[in-house]
């Protein structure tokens, strides 16, 4: 395999959960982080970029976790770009534990964004160069395909979308949808099971101000599942829409 990056990271205690593992969200973060130092690696940035008003948005996305790294554990996260087109790349990772483990796997669709226009454009040429590609995936599936919402939710909460839930680019941050997901669930699933993969789709965008519904479904067919959706109150325009699975099965 060749053309791909790699960065460590020591877990820290603010991204565990109550039984000093990582958390989904946490493992995310890290994942985006990988994707940034990529970027400067090869000098486009995501600051320099901004200067520029231009961006990578998160189209779709699919999470699967093997295995949680522990408090003060080190991992290793491999990155590269598995294809592209002249507006979007498809970014895969590989989680390795410190003795080289596979613990995850994620892969996702990004786009090339004008911030003020607020739409995809070309890729920078050179970005295309630098980066080149590795053809190998890391997770053999399709996250272009359509997900379902929710039809009948067993959980709901609401959400008011504040100046700190959006990003650089001034909308709402992926892994802030991830929280408002989770923090639908009762403690009850949180607690006694642990997220095993997670596959979403990013659909529209929410702003400051407006009021948040977090729906989730337990799955009739597949106790396992869950379906989510993510949708702006007043006009019921659906935002994001997700699919969980866990194990440990204690609640259900």
């Not at 890290?30 to 940034?36: C, F, S």
């Not at 590609?133 to 909460?157: E, G, V, Y």
């Not at 909308?171 to 997220?195: A, D, F, G, Q, R």
């Not at 979403?200 to 067919?221: C, L, P, Y």
Request: with cysteine; proline share 2%; net charge positive.
């Amino acid at each position: 395999m060749k053309n791909y990056f790699e960065k460590e990271f020591e877990l820290r205690f603010f991204e565990m959960n109550h039984a000093a593992l990582a958390t989904p969200t946490s493992m995310l973060m890290l994942l985006e982080e990988t994707a940034a130092d990529h970027c400067q690696s090869i000098n486009y940035g995501l600051y320099d970029l901004i200067k520029q008003n231009v961006g990578w948005v998160l189209v779709s996305g699919r999470l699967e976790m093997y295995e949680y790294p522990a408090y003060k554990e080190k991992i290793i996260i491999r990155t590269w770009l598995s294809s592209y087109s002249s507006i979007r790349g498809i970014r895969e990772n590989i989680i390795y534990n410190s003795k080289r483990k596979i613990i995850g796997k994620a892969k996702g669709l990004w786009l090339f964004f004008d911030i003020k226009k607020r739409k995809p454009i070309r890729i920078f040429e050179e970005i295309m160069n630098k980066w080149s590609f590795c053809k190998t995936q890391s997770i053999a599936q399709n996250i272009n395909t359509k997900i379902s919402p929710t039809k009948n939710a067993d959980f709901t909460k609401e959400f008011y979308v504040n100046r700190f839930d959006t990003d650089m680019n001034k909308h709402v941050s992926n892994i802030k949808y991830l929280h408002w997901l989770m923090e639908s669930l009762p403690e009850k699933i949180t607690l006694n099971n642990h997220m095993t993969s997670i596959d979403g789709r990013f659909t529209a965008e929410a702003h400051i101000g407006n009021t948040i519904i977090s729906q989730t479904e337990i799955d009739k067919e597949d106790p396992y599942k869950l379906i989510h959706s993510i949708k702006i109150k007043d006009t019921q325009q659906i935002c994001a829409i997700a699919n969980t699975t866990w194990y440990n099965k204690l609640y259900f």
